[in-house]
Each structure stands twice: as structure tokens, then as C-alpha cells.
């Protein structure tokens, strides 16, 4: 990469770089996009981004107060590293990955309501779905980040959500 500050969007190898938007005016839109390719967005601020078609996996890196749309995924997300984070998955998406990242909102369409949220020392997170039947509106499901440890008296651990978060 140069030590230009200025937002891009460009395609190297197999991955779409978007990456050093600060505030852009306008929304982003990426629609090359194919199934192998990888799509990388990192060191942005105030990003809107809309991502067309199908894509092999999202990682949003070291972003703040970003809005990102995506189509579909074959593989991951990852977030990592990043602050106010809102992704919008209009189709399909298996698996979700948050890692060191602060307030981060999921919305997934009905495609995607079998996915598999991973999460590591993060904060502050949701998971949206549509409810069923109904359009426009969502359910928003918290995304445990305090656990309870037990250990039994054969030396195994046992884990389980907090009670903080039972109804």
C-alpha cells in the first residue's frame, strides 16, 4: 500500500481492498465482485459500504462507525479490531467472527438464520433478525460477553452464559 490517506477501492490478486476512507460523502459500492473473491476493508472511518453480488469472505479491520451491506458470502465475516460496527447481510452469510471490537450490530435476513457467531474479547454486540412473517421488523437477540466458570469436583470446567443474560 502507498502512504496515500485517501480512500480506494481496488482489486489485488483475488481480494477487494477498500480501505482509508475517512467520512466519505457518498455511499461506496463494490459490484465486480466474484465467488472467489475475498473482500478486505481496513483503516476506515465513517464508511458506508454496499457490496453487490456473491463473494468468498468479508474482514473489516481496524474500522470505526462503519456501515457495510453485503449480498452474500460463501465463507466468513471477521471483524476485528473495530468500533461501531453495523453489517447488514441481505442473503446468505454461515458463519460471523468479532474479535477485539466494540459495538457491533448483525442484521441477517431469513437465508441466514442458521449462522454460527464466534467472539473474543468484545463488547457491546447484537444479532438482528427479521421476525417471521412480517416485514421491516427485527428481533434483536444480545450477544452474551460475560460467562459463569464452575469447577467440578472431577477437575473439568464448566462454562455457561451469565444469568445476566436469562429472561
Known amino acids: ?9 481496488v482489486l489485488e490478486r483475488d481480494t477487494w481492498l477498500v480501505e482509508n476512507f475517512k467520512n466519505p460523502k457518498e455511499i461506496q459500492t463494490l459490484k465486480d465482485g466474484q465467488m472467489k473473491h ?24 481496524s474500522c470505526a462507525d462503519c456501515r457495510i451491506c453485503v449480498a452474500s458470502l460463501i ?3 471477521e471483524i476485528v479490531n473495530s468500533q461501531k460496527i453495523k453489517l447488514q447481510v441481505t ?7 468479532i474479535d477485539k471490537s466494540q459495538k457491533v450490530d448483525i ?12 467472539s473474543s474479547k468484545s463488547t457491546e454486540m447484537n ?6 412473517g412480517e416485514d421491516g421488523d427485527w428481533t434483536e437477540i444480545v450477544i452474551p ?6 469447577l467440578n469436583p472431577d477437575g ?9 443474560y436469562s429472561c
Open 75 to 77: 465463507a466468513t465475516v
Open 145 to 150: 460477553e460475560q460467562f459463569h466458570h464452575k
Open 127 to 132: 444479532l438482528n433478525v427479521p421476525k417471521a
Open 107 to 118: 442484521f441477517v435476513s431469513h437465508e441466514s438464520r442458521g449462522v454460527e457467531i464466534t
Open 156 to 164: 473439568k470446567l464448566h462454562t455457561r452464559v451469565s444469568d445476566l
Open 38 to 61: 475475498k473482500v478486505q476493508v481496513r483503516d476506515c472511518a465513517g464508511l458506508s459500504l454496499q457490496v453487490e453480488g456473491k463473494l468468498n469472505s468479508l474482514i473489516v479491520d
Open 91 to 97: 442473503g446468505c452469510v454461515p458463519a460471523v467472527s
Open 1 to 9: 500500500m502507498s502512504g496515500s490517506s485517501e480512500g480506494r477501492i
